[in-house]
Nanobody
Framework: QVQLVESGGGLVQAGGSLRLSCAAS????????MGWFRQPPGKQREFVSA????????YYADSVKGRFTISLDNAKNTVYLQMNSLKPEDTAVYYCAFKTYRYTGSYYLEGQYGDWGQGTQVTVSS
């Protein structure tokens, strides 16, 4: 059974940084790409970032490009999201997920992902 557990969320002032972690069990990252999504209060879940199975390619939403960095540690079965220069509009529940297909499908679409974690809350105060 695949399990993803996010951690690292919290309350931070605008301009601050957080690093989210997503630890996987039951499946290794060498099998599938990974993505981070977020759901702001009262809004739909949206794409944040993704990384392919080897870590050689990364993808970012325009709203976080240049501020967030995704990375993975296959030895630890963990994917990270380093978030710098945080803004109040980054406030959301952040989720990680396995992308269903390794070589096909868009990295940006929620429907291409399965096995979601439970989410971790990030709150950025102004």
């Amino acid at each position: 059974q695949v399990q993803l557990v996010e951690s690292g969320g919290g309350l931070v002032q605008a301009g601050g940084s957080l690093r989210l972690s997503c630890a996987a069990s039951g499946r290794t990252f060498t099998n599938a790409p990974m993505g981070w999504f977020r759901q702001p209060p009262g809004k739909q879940r949206e794409f944040v970032s993704a990384i392919n199975w080897s870590g050689s390619n990364t993808y970012y939403a325009d709203s976080v490009k240049g501020r967030f960095t995704i990375s993975l540690d296959n030895a630890k079965n963990t994917v990270y999201l380093q978030m710098n220069s945080l803004k109040p509009e980054d406030t959301a529940v952040y989720y990680c997920a396995f992308k269903t297909y390794r070589y096909t499908g868009s990295y940006y679409l929620e429907g291409q992902y399965g096995d979601w974690g439970q989410g971790t809350q990030v709150t950025v105060s102004s």
